[in-house]
């Protein structure tokens, strides 16, 4: 058996043999003291203290209320705090911070005359990949933690405890798929939901195909890559163009105007062939990559990383296996799972990563 560390997500991945593994979580919604407490209907401190934290969001109330405060202050003592401009914005964060703390206290007494007698339901649901993220479902309906870093657990058949008729979720336990039981600690062993579930969101953030990936383990793009791959070699080809004509406008325009500086067109045929070497190098990929049609594969542990120049406002989003790095989107980046094993197909020279298996 080999065992994986925690992941950036805080989940530990666990595998026995080559494309068997079984997840498990440091979520908050899997402490042990919690899930003991709910199967005997009742709440631990902590989970109290996070029902009333989320009902307890004044919004508009507590700004309705911060207002009501301030205009008889401001009408009373409005020129005194004009005149002590310390002591009055003071008083005005005081008096905010008290509007939102009453705000809060009044929300939250249907929660808290709630909890005075709290009902825990015990179901049964799952997690999967639904929109944009893993929630938890229960009969099509999912579920909101009761903490502020959401469900964070990984895909799988899971008991929810949840506070009954409501959709807070209060614990889960990840139920052993070789066992009618629920188990405290599952031994590793394989969970073809989970599997199945990873795959499908995979398949869905990066555009894979089922019907594709027989063809790509022939060591071959599909037809349908292939024209994928073609589209981006036009979209090069144009960007190419435009660099060229642009430049030789530039060169044409120089002459004409200064035709004695010889060293500023230098210097601008420069920069044009340094930004022309990129675009075409990329352009040749493409073609070498559509032509030959070949797809190599990397297998090993998956895992994830960001890159962002220092003055770029965008974010990168990868795939690292086995030392190779594919450029993902962040849908894509947000459905993977790290520390587990991955067989990934690519186009050779571009590195584009055209479909992958769990495993």
């Not at 209907?41 to 989970?47: F, I, S």
């Not at 920069?271 to 049609?293: E, P, R």
Request: glycine fraction near 8%.
């Amino acid at each position: 058996m080999k065992w994986y560390p925690k992941n950036s997500t805080g989940l530990e991945i666990y595998e026995t043999k080559p494309g068997v593994f079984m997840s498990s979580s440091t979520s908050n919604l899997l402490a042990a003291d919690a899930v003991s407490a709910n199967r005997r209907n009742e709440l631990t401190a902590r989970q109290r203290d996070s029902l009333l934290n989320q009902s307890s969001n004044s919004g508009w109330l507590g700004c309705g209320l911060a207002a009501i405060l301030i205009v008889p202050v401001v009408l009373i003592a409005g020129k005194w705090l004009e005149q002590h401009e310390i002591i009055g914005f003071a008083v005005i964060i005081g008096i905010l911070i008290v509007s939102f703390l009453i705000a809060g206290r009044i929300v939250s007494i249907p929660m808290r005359r709630r909890l005075s007698n709290a009902q825990i339901q015990q179901v049964s649901g799952e997690v999967v990949w639904h929109g944009s993220a893993y929630v938890a479902l229960v009969d099509g309906r999912p579920l909101r933690s009761i903490y502020n870093d959401g469900v964070n657990l990984v895909p799988g058949k899971y008991t929810f405890f949840r506070l009954q008729h409501s959709d807070w979720l209060l614990s889960a336990q990840h139920l052993d798929p070789n066992a009618s039981a629920v188990v405290n600690n599952p031994a590793p062993t394989r969970d073809d939901f989970a599997i199945h579930e990873l795959q499908s969101a995979l398949n869905s953030t990066n555009g894979f195909r089922v019907a594709d990936l027989s063809i790509n383990k022939e060591g071959r793009l599909s037809p349908r890559q292939r024209m994928s791959l073609l589209r981006n070699s036009a979209s090069s080809l144009i960007l190419a163009v435009i660099v060229i004509v642009f430049a030789v406008f530039i060169v044409v325009v120089g002459l004409r105007d200064k035709p004695d500086d010889i060293l500023g067109l230098l210097a601008v045929v420069g920069v044009f062939i340094v930004i022309g070497y990129f675009i075409f190098s990329d352009l040749i990929a493409n073609i070498g990559d559509t032509l030959s049609g070949r797809v190599e594969v990397v297998s090993g542990t998956g895992s994830k990383y960001t890159t962002q120049g220092r003055r770029q406002r965008h974010i990168n989003y990868h795939y690292r296996i086995d030392n190779l790095s594919f450029s993902v989107s962040q849908a894509a980046y947000d459905a993977f799972i790290e520390n587990v094993p991955y067989r990934a197909y690519y186009a050779p020279h571009t590195k584009t990563l055209v479909n992958m298996e769990v495993g």
